[in-house]
């Protein structure tokens, strides 16, 4: 499969990416997304504001995620359907990682 | 009778690219229990009060243009916007496990970087051919104290080379730690 010039920027998926997607299923806004990845990855991933801000004004730039309504300056956002066809690539790639990791795993010593 | 508050002026000089030393100086000073107050728009000149010791995480944020829905988000996380100047941003929060980040992966480094190249980029490269014009043709000798005009102009962009080579150093540090 042919991949766009955007696919091709966002993938591999950094992990602050991914987990920023993934979070964007359900319309959250920046603290609300740091709160989900926080409590996803149990305390691993903690999401610096500053690097939450950037990401989210990328990916909303990129049309990844749209805002769907605003709330004393906050922005709620969700995914668009170009982030959901992105976030299901990356899904696929890390999918492919583990089968062949886990089929493979029986050689290690 | 209330007692007069301890307060403190101090300079520190530090780079775009590179905050860690400030960011480590001024949570040295809160654990002194000098906490800042304020800063000058140049970011350099901080205020500070006397008070307990603290520990206390700053961070020094770079932002192109002020975005209220930026304040908000860092305010959500607990951060305190300490002082804001020259699109800097420095923000603090006080902790006690794992050291709190504004920004908590390379890539937004590199990005920030990036942002303050071209700032750097767009400040002087411009205007480069002017300059240039001026020189070879002449018409800046028959400019009054045009020998302090060359001088500083020569300054001002060997200023603004050595900034732009010291961030593209700093972004091959940061994509060789990236791996």
Not at chain 1, 9 to 36: C, F, K, N, V
Not at chain 2, 5 to 34: H, R, V
Not at chain 2, 36 to 49: I, K, L, S, W
Request: glycine share 8%; with cysteine.
């Amino acid at each position: 499969m042919e991949l766009s010039k955007q696919q091709r920027a966002y993938l591999p998926m950094s992990e602050s990416a991914y987990y920023i997607l993934l979070s964007l299923t359900e319309i959250r806004h920046g603290y609300g997304i740091m709160q989900h990845v926080e409590s996803l990855t149990t305390g691993r991933i903690r999401l610096g504001a500053g690097t939450l801000y950037g990401s989210l004004s990328r990916m909303e730039k990129d049309a990844l995620i749209g805002v769907v309504a605003e709330e004393e300056r906050r922005k709620l956002y969700r995914l668009t359907g170009a982030g959901q066809l992105l976030l299901r690539l990356e899904i696929s790639r890390l999918g492919e990682l583990y089968q062949n990791g886990t089929r493979l795993e029986a050689g290690l010593s | 009778m209330m007692s007069k508050q301890e307060t403190a002026t101090c300079w520190f000089g530090w780079w775009g690219w590179y905050t860690d030393k400030l960011e480590a100086w001024l949570e040295t000073k809160a654990l002194q229990g000098w906490h800042v107050t304020g800063a000058d728009q140049a970011v350099m000149r901080f205020r500070f009060e006397r008070g307990e010791s603290r520990r206390v995480r700053y961070c020094a944020d770079y932002q192109e243009k002020l975005d209220p829905h930026y304040l908000t988000l860092c305010q959500d996380a607990g951060w305190e916007l300490v002082s804001m100047g020259y699109s800097w941003y420095i923000w603090r929060m006080e902790y006690a496990g794992a050291r709190p980040e504004v920004i908590s992966d390379l890539d937004s480094l590199l990005d920030r970087n990036v942002r303050l190249r071209r700032l750097l980029a767009g400040a002087v490269l411009p205007g480069l051919p002017a300059i240039v014009l001026l020189l070879t043709s002449g018409a800046l000798q028959r400019l009054p104290f045009s020998k302090y005009l060359l001088g500083l102009v020569t300054v001002a962009v060997t200023f603004d080379l050595f900034c732009l080579i010291a961030i593209s150093r700093q972004n091959q540090m940061l994509r060789k730690r990236k791996g």
